[in-house]
RNA sequence: GCGGACGUGGCGAAAUUGGUAGACGCGCCAGCCUUAGGAGCUGGUCCUUCACGGGGUCCCGGUUCGAGUCCGGGCGUUCGCACCA
């Protein structure tokens, strides 16, 4: 329904367009049209945009996943506009912790809550206006989905990639289940911030730590946002050094170290291993074992929050003592819980005069501190008070034959002398461990394995996939370890798939983020049901062109993602090993400057601002509040500023002429508009895009001038990917029946980027005393006379010129 | 502690390669229109000064004809990693 133009005199204000009319005719239009589908088979220049998908909670959509999905929308758009045949799909990552903590606190089962956040979730998506082509909807908690989830893992198994060991691990006593490393913050859970304690369980690893190396070169080749680039580079912690080894004195042993200063190997006067390290019951002496055991069963007893943090040292003496290979000096071995065994081998040597933490065990238990290291020029006999950790203008002392030697150079030298030896050799070290997928909860795809007394551990079939989740009512978690689905025998009684033997399934679930690690992979096949992904459609819209999401999943999901595609790369089921093209991370919003929180009682709730304002306001409002990147501060207040620039653009629109030529200085000003708003919204820079086209808004509406048709039409196109439901409205008042997503984007005419004259910033000694209008190839000499003819100017020409700065288009700085 | 990013009006923020600081918007002020206005339109709005000028991008110093931008030092905010050997 048009608003009815005639009814409204035109000396009256402009009236405001009516989105709670419009925007739910456009949006019924573009499903009637199939506007938002591209031709999944046929696409002649593929383009996937892609926007991490939310977890559906009840809450409804966040503000800041708005915001991120607005500004992965307007990419989408943009590129469609462009020519390209864009795929934009749209889904929930459903299972895991936060569903079904929430279905606890509410005392519901998620089984039955999730589906109804979910279509709460889809309503307010196409309330937004989105560009989703929802035939590919995903939900990774329905089993046309997650079977495809227990697929992958079988692949991993099958390529070696997962396997089963009992280890220390992260066990949230709160929410009752291992947590990976990377959800462990400063020792908390980062779900419950509860204290995290250790755990010995039999849990499923994947090993994400033989693609390290992969996974960190291959950084260098994406086109990736630099803070999410830095965060994996830190997370991955590729460390080169050496693994030495110390012969135990008198046995059979031989300790291994990690360290990355094999040039101070003459300095290392003991040796410290982890409480929990394998040798330590082997080499302490009987004397000591008592007080070695009471440590070890005090630090086992810490949680991890206690253990891992920079406290007062403490350790024991083993009694045993090992032999220095460079020097051969007999150095004590100690136990102390400043070493960990998750990192290296688990055992260091230490070398109190230039390492912080061994100068402060030293110090506490009385051990020597030698100098092999001093500044260049300093006086290499005066004793350490403090360790000396520069390793980039030290030279080495008390080193043999190795004195005088840079650090940097000794650290090649001494490890190669060691190796000759015997005693070690040059390795890479990772801070990446391996990826624990092992969840002791309900809500997530169980782990697709059976296990039988007679074969062992049997991977389920692939033709017996999905291992459904049952529904059970005692979804809850325990504090025993093992996970709700434990306790039905009905359902992990199974025959064994080899032998038909009587067998127990796996009782686990797998993690999250198992999840979303290959969500990507699966939209454009939805709905193919007898593969996880059909060969041609993934030839066709991957890799993914444009990922935008939230730098929190820099190191979880986005790492996940690169190491499950890499895998599935080496295993022969997709022809790249990189899922994710462009990636670019959005960032905050805040609230009036704060943060906002359920507790404060200032979270924004995207529906009434939508209800109130519109969606195009509220999608715009969004994006001009601050750099898309870097997100920005809603001010409530803002918002009325876009929406009345979308109201001028509709009475501009409906007021338009077409009759006479447009205005030549307006149609300069467009062409740049169209150049800037064209650069800025390809780089994310969608305040200034937004900017650009308000300037140009006011300068066709100077004075009371009305706008030429042909002003105001590319404004129209332009504005279409930030406001796509008053863009449709405006272009079809303009006289078109097609949507004006297929009207293209409004090129702009490089000659109309130029004048012919330019007005010159005339600066004396570097001020800026005055403008002159000149020819746009006016010589210095030109300038220079233009200048002088100005009175403003000349007067504060005192002297003689002593010098010329001319910066043609730019300005003219005299020297007095 | 280590590493990264950032610091600009009353507020959110703009500013190619160093080249008119504050675009655009909010708010505020004035005017117009209105029975009215939390509507619309027009103009103004960094500080100081009657004016001419002068000062101004966290602080100090440097390079340069010229610095928000580059360099050195400091302060502050923020993010990532953190007893990682």
């Known amino acids: 329904m048009t608003p009815d133009i005639d009814a409204r005199p035109s000396d009256t204000p402009p009236a405001p ?113 989105f560009m989703v082509d929802w035939r590919s909807k995903v939900d990774t908690s329905r089993p046309d989905y997650y079977k495809w989830t227990q697929w992958v893992f079988l692949q991993l198994y099958k390529q070696g990639l997962a396997y089963k060991k009992a280890a220390a691990v992260n066990w949230c006593p709160t929410d009752k289940t291992v947590l990976a490393n990377e959800q462990v913050e400063g020792g908390r859970c980062e779900r419950c911030g509860t204290p995290v304690e250790q755990r010995f369980l039999e849990q499923w690893f994947f090993r994400i730590s033989a693609y390290a190396e992969r996974l960190l070169n291959n950084l260098d080749t994406l086109d990736w946002s630099n803070i999410t680039k830095h965060a994996q580079r830190n997370w991955i912690g590729r460390s080169e050094g050496a693994e030495l080894q110390f012969r135990v004195d008198g046995a059979e042993e031989t300790v291994r170290v990690f360290t990355t200063r094999a040039d101070t190997i003459y300095g290392a006067t003991y040796l410290v291993l982890a409480p929990e390290h394998p040798l330590v019951d082997q080499v302490t002496t009987p004397g000591q074992r008592d007080a070695v055991r009471a440590y070890q069963e005090s630090t086992g007893r810490q949680d ?214 290959w969500y990507f992979l699966r939209y454009p ?72 929180s359920k507790s404060k009682g200032n979270v924004i709730n995207p529906d009434s601002y939508m209800e109130q304002w519109g969606a195009d306001a509220f999608r715009m409002y ?78 066709m509406r100077r004075g009371d001038r009305v706008a030429h048709r042909d002003e105001v039409l590319p404004l129209v196109q332009m504005i279409a990917p930030y406001a796509p439901h008053l863009a449709e409205e405006c272009w079809e008042t303009l006289g078109h029946t097609t949507s004006v997503f297929d009207g293209g984007w409004p090129t702009f005419d490089p000659a109309m980027l130029v004048d012919d004259s330019y007005e010159l910033v005339v600066q004396v000694n570097g001020k800026v005393r005055g403008k002159v209008q000149v020819a746009m190839d006016a010589t210095q000499d030109a300038a220079v006379a233009a200048a002088l003819t100005d009175a403003g100017i000349a007067k504060f020409i005192t002297g003689e010129i002593r010098k010329v700065i001319f910066v043609p288009k730019r300005l003219l700085n005299l020297v007095v």
């Open 622 to 699: 969004l994006m001009f509040l601050g750099p898309y990147e870097e997100g920005g501060d809603f001010q409530d207040k803002g918002i009325v500023g876009v929406r009345r620039f979308l109201d001028r653009l509709w009475a501009t629109v409906r007021d338009a002429t077409s009759e006479g030529a447009p205005d030549p200085d307006v149609m300069r000003k467009l062409h740049r508009t169209i150049k800037k708003t064209g650069e800025d919204s390809a780089r994310l820079g969608y305040n200034t895009a937004i900017a650009a086209m308000m300037e140009y808004m006011n300068a």
């Open 304 to 517: 991890l929050v206690s253990r891992k943090s920079v406290k007062e040292k403490t350790g024991v003496f083993t009694g045993a003592s090992a032999i220095n290979p460079a020097t051969g000096a007999r150095i004590p071995i100690w136990i102390a819980d400043y070493v960990l065994m998750e990192y290296g081998t688990g055992a260091i040597m230490a070398v109190p005069g230039h390492d912080e933490r061994d100068f402060e065990f030293a110090g506490v238990f009385g051990l020597p501190i030698t100098r092999v290291v001093a500044a260049a020029g300093s006086d290499a006999s005066e004793p350490l008070d403090t360790a000396f950790t520069d390793d980039a203008d030290g030279y080495l002392v008390n080193s043999g034959a190795f004195d005088g030697m840079s650090v940097a150079e000794a650290k090649g030298r001494v490890t190669a002398w060691l190796a000759e030896g015997g005693h070690g050799k040059a390795v890479v070290n990772f801070r990446l461990h391996d990826w624990c997928i092992s969840r002791q909860r309900y809500w997530g795809p169980p782990i697709p394995i059976i296990y039988c007394d007679d074969c062992g551990t049997v991977p389920v079939p692939e033709s017996q996939l999905p291992v459904e989740l049952p529904f059970i009512p005692d979804f809850k978690p325990d504090d025993s370890g093992v996970s709700p689905l434990a306790r039905h025998e009905e359902w992990y009684r199974v025959p064994c798939p080899t032998c038909g033997k009587s067998a127990r399934r796996e009782t686990d679930v797998s993690d999250t983020f198992l999840d979303s690690a």
């Open 17 to 129: 367009y009516d989105p709670a009319t419009i925007e739910p005719r456009w949006q019924q239009r573009w499903a009637e049209r199939a506007t938002n589908q591209p031709d999944m088979d046929g696409a002649r220049r593929p383009f996937y945009a892609l926007m991490m998908f939310p977890y559906p909670s009840a809450e409804g959509l966040h503000v800041g996943n708005l915001f991120a999905f607005t500004g992965s929308d307007i990419s989408a758009r943009f590129h469609r506009l462009l020519g390209h045949d864009v795929f934009q799909p749209f889904g929930y990552d459903a299972f895991g912790i936060h569903s079904e903590n929430y279905a606890l606190k509410m005392g519901a089962h998620p089984m039955e809550l999730t589906p109804k956040n979910v279509l709460n979730f889809q309503r307010q998506v196409e309330r937004a206006g």
């Open 525 to 596: 096949s939805a709905g193919h049901e007898d593969v996880p992904f059909d060969g041609e459609r993934t030839k066709k819209w991957l890799p993914v062109n444009s990922y935008i999401g939230g730098n929190e999943h820099a190191v979880l999901h986005l790492l996940y993602s690169r190491f499950v595609t890499m895998v599935l790369h080496d295993g022969g089921h997709i022809p790249f090993e990189e899922p994710f093209t462009r990636f670019r991370a959005h960032g905050m919003i805040i609230r009036e400057g704060a943060k906002m």
